[in-house]
């Protein structure tokens, strides 16, 4: 086991720039994934530490020795691709052992780490097998193990539950927390499902457009994400964000007024006219009846139940079982054709049907406001 260090990597193909600047540090032991949406650089980063890619600038550390020349054979890297890379050709068996065939072990040795491995990953009745009479999750298992049987520094795993149906992704996902806390190896992991990598992850480095957006671990940066990317890509259903307008201590929002919350006008001193991103997760919003407006009552009523009201207009209908997704926009009122649109996590026993005009109120703690010009966190 080893930590890991990239200091200011940056890998550029001809004019076009991968990753840029990307530094960070996973220390011995620790789980750490990477995750964005496609193109964000996560494969090149993970192809940059495993030897196949090589960084056109910075630096690369495993167990604080500099690697950026050392070939990829000799670091001791163990890498799970997305498409298993299985031998089809060989049993189960002979796949675990590749690996350690080409180091020169012992037949002795070989064998007792494969049946080892086999045994941990519950595949030691699959060993006489051939790749083509597995199954998506079996194959999965025998690439990890593959990987594990040689006992690398670091190990990496490129999307190697993309290709599972959802109940063996679940399953699988868990298996390998449980394998990393039993084996404590140093891991970096690429997902663009952040479900995996909020479950997962000791910590979690967001990346977008080959830079890093944020690094933390999960609950922190779920709770206070850095901006506007990282609070809408973490989090199932994602943050709702509202484009709003203040004006005479109200945020303006499509047709609708709310009231600016006394904490957001303290910090923000927002002027008038200035417009700003409102966020709020689902789960923040609450359905509480019909809404009568009355501006006057706001601050005296409404700041004491620290809510803030909002009429919208249900879209759509989720059922998701224990609960319900409404999707909905702001009424269309005085001839604007823009809508806004927003996501609700109500109960399941709660009936709505599309048209249904409701009143909502946001919980104005949980609130996050963001530059709609460069996305960054302003509140809180």
Not at 58 to 87: H, K
Not at 296 to 313: H, I, R, Y
Request: aromatic share 6%.
């Amino acid at each position: 086991m080893a930590n890991l260090r990239l200091e200011n990597i940056t890998r550029r193909f001809n004019n076009v720039t991968a990753i840029e600047d990307i530094t960070f540090k996973v220390p011995d032991g620790e789980f750490w994934v990477l995750v964005g949406p496609s193109g964000c650089g996560k494969s090149t980063i993970m192809r940059t530490i495993a030897g196949l890619e090589t960084a056109t600038s910075g630096n690369l550390y495993i167990q604080d020795i500099l690697v950026n020349n050392v070939p990829a054979r000799q670091r001791d890297v163990a890498m799970v691709f997305q498409n298993y890379a299985l031998y089809p050709h060989m049993t189960v068996a002979e796949n675990l052992a590749f690996g350690l065939k080409m180091r020169n072990f012992e037949a002795t040795k070989i064998r007792e780490r494969v049946e080892n491995v086999a045994r941990s990953l519950s595949i030691d009745h699959l060993l006489n097998r051939k790749p083509k009479q597995l199954s998506g999750g079996q194959q999965q298992r025998v690439a990890l193990g593959r990987a594990i049987a040689r006992e690398p520094k670091v190990f990496l795993l490129d999307e190697p539950l993309s290709n599972l149906d959802a109940q063996l992704r679940d399953d699988t996902r868990a298996e390998l927390k449980q394998l990393h806390q039993r084996l404590g190896i140093t891991t970096v992991y690429v997902t663009h499902d952040q479900v995996e990598a909020m479950t997962l992850a000791d910590k979690i480095v967001v990346l977008n457009q080959g830079k890093i957006q944020q690094i933390g671990e999960p609950q922190n940066i779920y709770a206070k994400p850095a901006n506007r990317m990282v609070a809408t890509f973490l989090g199932n259903p994602s943050m709702n964000i509202l484009p709003a307008t203040y004006t005479n201590s109200t945020f303006q929002i499509g047709s609708q007024s709310l009231a600016c919350p006394p904490s957001i006008r303290e910090r923000l001193q927002p002027r008038d006219g200035q417009g700003f991103d409102l966020g709020i997760r689902p789960e923040y919003i609450e359905i509480f009846g019909s809404f009568s407006k009355q501006e006057d009552d706001l601050n005296s009523d409404l700041w004491a139940l620290e809510k803030l009201p909002l009429e919208v207009e249900v879209k759509v209908v989720e059922p998701l079982g224990r609960e319900t997704l409404i999707r909905a926009a702001l009424p269309i009122l005085g001839g604007d054709n823009s809508v806004t649109s927003i996501q609700i996590q109500v109960p399941a026993n709660v009936r709505l049907h599309p048209g249904d005009r409701i009143s909502v109120e946001l919980d104005f703690n949980h609130l996050f406001v963001f530059d709609p010009t460069t996305g960054e966190a302003l509140y809180p």
